[in-house]
Structures are given as structure tokens and as C-alpha cells.
């Protein structure tokens, strides 16, 4: 079935580049059910105000509970336990969230519904999230990585594709979202090699051309485990031993 996701933003915009490439098709094929809203639409006054001063003082200003409880109302209509509402998910970018990984896509990837609130200024008043919790929906505060962005929109563009690309269809050979980098097995890919074979002086391994599939797949492996060791000590410290094979080498 089709996943529907809403974003709300005050840059709709911004999220134009989501009409490109795979999404873009995804979205054509009906795929992908992508609606973007303006969350000024939901402010009253004539300026369309949306944010106000931090209570307690302090730098910036913070968007108001208000007018984002208007707007998610609208966007969320019928509520959780809402007949055929399906697992919907209401997904707020925040620096201050769980970080973002393969895993979070995954379980994203199997919701009905997602619905982005993309936050600006110092961020959505706190209570926002707080609110639809204790109304029993779903809510993730998820952070794309350990920096500070403008806004939401750029981390709901890669949350967005990252979960898209695992949606059935979307990416055309299924099998290329299961053998990447972060997948199940806990490792980077190995690396990616085309022709031309003997290029700038730099020659791709002979073992590539043996058309030995079993010899192939044991050097990939190797290489995937040295260069996960080299660039990602962490992710060898958390493998699964379950995950190795006799002939594996993580030291
Ligand atoms: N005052 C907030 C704090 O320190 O936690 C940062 C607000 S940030 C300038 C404005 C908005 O950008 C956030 O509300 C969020 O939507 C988005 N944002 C910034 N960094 C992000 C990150 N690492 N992951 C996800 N969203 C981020």
C-alpha cells in the first residue's frame, strides 16, 4: 500500500527537490503519497506570525505551540484510532533527538503514515511533542547527525529519502537496499569498482574478472571488514558474532 507522508514547513520550497529523481518517480508511480503545507496557513494575524520570544528570555525566537497545534490538528485529522489511520507517525527534526540510522528508516519504512514537522528559530515549543505523545500518536524526535542545521527541512529531506528507498518499488532492484553499507550485516560495503579495469595506473583487482563467484564474494567480504576496521572501529566493536563466518578476520 501506499505511504503518505505530510511536511510541514514554513519554506514549502525548500522541499521542492523531493519532485527529483527516485522520490520524484515514486511519487508519479503513486508510490508515494507526499503533501507539503505551509504552517503559516494555520497563523491568524496579518502578519502570519508563527514565533515568538523564548519565555524566560534568552537569544531567538521559538515557534509557537499555538499555531502548530492548529496545523497538526488539520494535517492529522482523525487521530490516532482513526478507522483505516494505519501506524501513523508524527516525525519532529530536532538536534536535541535520537540520532537518526539504517534502523530508524527501516521501522519507518513499515508506518502508514508519516507527518514532518520541520521546526525553525530556536526550535517548536517543547510542549508540541509532549501533547501528541499524551493524545496516544506516535512521535519520533529524531536528530540526522550531531550539528546544528537552520531547520528542519534539510534533515526531513534525508530522513525522507533514506526511509524512501526502502519502500517497496522505489528503488528498482530490490536487492541493492539490502546489501549497503549499515545494512543487517553491520558493515560498510565493500568498495565499488567499474571499467574501464586498468585505470590511471590503478588496477582493480584481478580476483574481480575470475568470474569465480565464491572467490569473489570471500574478497569482497575481506575488504568490507578491513576498510569497516580502518574507518569504523565502532562498528566492528558492535558486530553481532552471530553475523561472522568462520573464515572472517576483524583484527
Ligand atoms: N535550539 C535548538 C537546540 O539547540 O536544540 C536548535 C534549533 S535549530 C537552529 C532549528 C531547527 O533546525 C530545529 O528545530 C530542527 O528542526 C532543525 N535541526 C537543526 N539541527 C538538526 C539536526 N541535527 N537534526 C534534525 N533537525 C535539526
Known amino acids: ?7 510541514v514547513s514554513i519554506f514549502p520550497a525548500f522541499l521542492d527537490v523531493l519532485d527529483l529523481s527516485l522520490i520524484g518517480r515514486a511519487r ?14 494555520w497563523a491568524h494575524d ?22 502548530w497545534g492548529e ?7 482523525g487521530g490516532p484510532e482513526a478507522p483505516g489511520a494505519g501506524r501513523a507517525v508524527l516525525l519532529i ?36 511533542p509532549r501533547h501528541y505523545a499524551a493524545r496516544g500518536f506516535e512521535v519520533r524526535e529524531l536528530s540526522i547527525g550531531d550539528y546544528v542545521l537552520n531547520g528542519g527541512e534539510a534533515a526531513a529531506i534525508v530522513m525522507i529519502e533514506a526511509i524512501a528507498r ?16 549499515h545494512s543487517a550485516a553491520g558493515l560498510l560495503e565493500h568498495e565499488a569498482l567499474t571499467r574501464p579495469v586498468a ?5 582493480a583487482p584481478e580476483v574481480l574478472l575470475s568470474g569465480d563467484h565464491a572467490r ?10 578491513a576498510r569497516t576496521a580502518a574507518r569504523r572501529p565502532d562498528m566492528i566493536r558492535a558486530l553481532d558474532p552471530a553475523t561472522l563466518d568462520s573464515q572472517d578476520r576483524t583484527t
Do not use: K
Not at 585505470?199 to 588496477?203: A, K
Open 1 to 7: 500500500q501506499r505511504t503518505r507522508i505530510d511536511i
Open 28 to 41: 508519479e508511480d503513486g508510490l508515494i503519497d507526499l503533501r507539503i503545507h505551509d504552517l503559516r496557513d
Open 46 to 67: 496579518r502578519h502570519r506570525t508563527v514565533d515568538d520570544t523564548p519565555l524566560g528570555g534568552g537569544a531567538g525566537m521559538v515557534m509557537r505551540p499555538d499555531v
Open 71 to 77: 496545523a497538526l490538528d488539520a494535517v492529522l485529522a
Open 93 to 128: 527534526p530536532t538536534p536535541a533527538g535520537e540520532v537518526f540510522t539504517q534502523r530508524t528508516a527501516e521501522d519507518l519504512a513499515r508506518a502508514d503514515r508519516l507527518v514532518v514537522a520541520c521546526g525553525r528559530y530556536e526550535g517548536i515549543d517543547s510542549r508540541v
Open 166 to 181: 526502502l519502500l517497496p518499488g522505489v528503488v528498482g532492484n530490490p536487492a541493492s537496499v539490502l546489501e549497503e553499507s
Open 199 to 203: 585505470w590511471r595506473g590503478l588496477d
Open 216 to 225: 569473489i564474494a570471500r574478497a569482497r567480504r575481506d575488504e568490507a571488514l
